[in-house]
């Protein structure tokens, strides 16, 4: 035990100093490139330019607050380990893996949660055939009688929807925890025993995240970026939400959920509507909502991961930020309804903080946009000052995943996704918000 709470304090004591090297190398970059003064002649150009400026640079402090808070939190998140929590009996665990036209890659989905190091007299794989087109329905046949055991297949004749199928595997699991897991993806063999370990530590937990990682992440620059943006996404959202049991969404590729608390949303959360639309995507940031609004907890698990494949192409890519998108947009509007009601429980103060924190990012991303895209005509050498300075600032933030992968590309990869990101994602949320009623799946 004083092994592990050493390895606990050098690690933090790394956080420390990788955070503190991400503001000097930022103040720097900053006194270089004379951003202040850079400002104060540009904010002083026109009355126009001023006017923008004041609600851009109140944003701007507030986003820097809430960059404090986050850093604050995230350097103090640990995963939960065997040496943390005392294990009398492991419960019995349904694991659900819904499946749509993935017969390329079903079967090494269901071998990698076989191979697992769960007990296996405690494990159920339930796989569902949503309607699929190709020949997914026949592997999954081939691949339950060679292991009755243990596999359970579930076919509609034609297709009702991730979220259907889900609840129609959750219906069905008899073990005490759930996992979802998706058919294109990997679960790594200590993953399902990791994950549940938050729900087994604290009876409070009501659902984990797992750490979702890109399969096919070398096979071009699209999905190179990617990497970095799911790892921004897990090892540093996900984690500083963790350690106030917020987090926001359970993705579908590995997620543990306690029964008795499912059973208690499941039916809202399947016949969900939003503006009189059923809602078919974004089924796994809004089961988390209703988790959180019952008054559970919810974790992540570093150290529970399952790769997973995404889009390689860039109109795939956008297609699934627009799917995203939509869905948070619509469940940080269920999110505001019960987090921000009075009488909610003290450990909800910290996610409401952060939501307002969230709440302030796109205004400022718009503001940003305009006044660097009027800086083009008026102050062409402040624009590309700047433009420098946000290629090191995305360094800065990309220094967390160089202290977790010791790889120098998450540097300049982490650069490049930010300044996509940046220039080129802005249109996301506004379209998003006047499409909200879309619910097309896009990427299938």
Not at 48 to 56: H, Q, R
Not at 165 to 191: H, N, P, W, Y
Request: charged fraction near 20%; hydrophobic fraction near 45%.
């Amino acid at each position: 035990m004083k092994t592990f709470k050493k390895a606990r304090q050098k690690s933090r004591g790394r956080g420390l100093i990788f955070g503190a090297g991400s503001v000097i190398l930022v103040a720097l970059a900053a006194y270089q490139l004379n951003i202040l003064p850079f400002w104060i002649s540009f904010v002083g150009s026109s009355s126009l330019i001023k006017l923008l400026s004041y609600p851009f640079l109140a944003c701007l402090m507030v986003l820097l607050l809430g960059l404090t808070f986050r850093i604050s939190l995230w350097i103090r998140y640990r995963p939960e380990t065997l040496k943390t929590v005392d294990l009398v009996d492991l419960p019995s665990v349904s694991v659900i893996m819904p499946a749509y036209n993935e017969e390329k890659w079903i079967s090494r989905a269901v071998e990698a949660v076989l191979e697992s190091d769960y007990p296996q007299d405690k494990l159920e794989l339930i796989c569902i055939n949503d309607g699929s087109t190709d020949r997914t329905l026949a592997v999954l046949e081939n691949l339950c009688r060679n292991d009755p055991d243990r596999i359970k297949v579930i076919s509609f004749s034609q297709n009702q929807g991730k979220r259907e199928a889900l609840f129609r595997g959750m219906k069905e699991a008899r073990g005490q925890m759930v996992v979802t897991t998706d058919a294109d993806s990997q679960i790594q063999r200590r993953a399902i025993k990791n994950l549940i370990l938050p729900l087994l530590a604290d009876e409070r937990v009501g659902a984990v995240a797992g750490k979702v990682s890109i399969l096919n992440e070398n096979k071009n620059l699209i999905t190179r970026m990617l990497a970095i943006r799911y790892a921004l996404a897990f090892d540093f959202g996900r984690a500083y939400q963790s350690v106030y049991g917020g987090v926001l969404c359970c993705p579908g590729a590995l997620s543990a959920f306690r029964k008795k608390g499912l059973l208690k949303v499941i039916h809202s959360w399947k016949k969900q509507k939003f503006l009189k639309t059923h809602c078919r995507h974004g089924e796994d940031r809004s089961l988390t909502s209703l988790i959180l609004k019952k008054g559970y907890l919810v974790k992540y698990q570093s150290n529970a991961v399952v790769n997973t494949r995404v889009p390689e192409r860039a109109p795939e890519v956008n297609k699934m930020y627009l799917r995203w998108t939509r869905s948070a947009v619509r469940e940080s509007w269920f999110f505001a309804r019960f987090i921000f009601l009075p009488g909610r429980r003290k450990y909800y103060i910290l996610p409401a903080i952060d939501f307002f924190f969230q709440s302030m990012l796109h205004p400022l991303h718009l503001m940003a946009i305009v006044l660097l895209t009027c800086s083009v005509f008026i102050r062409p050498d402040f624009f590309f000052n700047q433009l420098l300075f946000l290629v090191i600032l995305a360094m800065a933030l990309g220094l967390n995943n160089y202290r977790v992968q010791k790889n120098l590309k998450w540097l300049y990869y982490g650069a490049l996704q930010g300044l996509i990101a940046f220039f080129f994602q802005w249109w996301l949320v506004p379209y998003s918000i006047i499409t909200i009623r879309n619910q097309n799946w896009l990427t299938k």
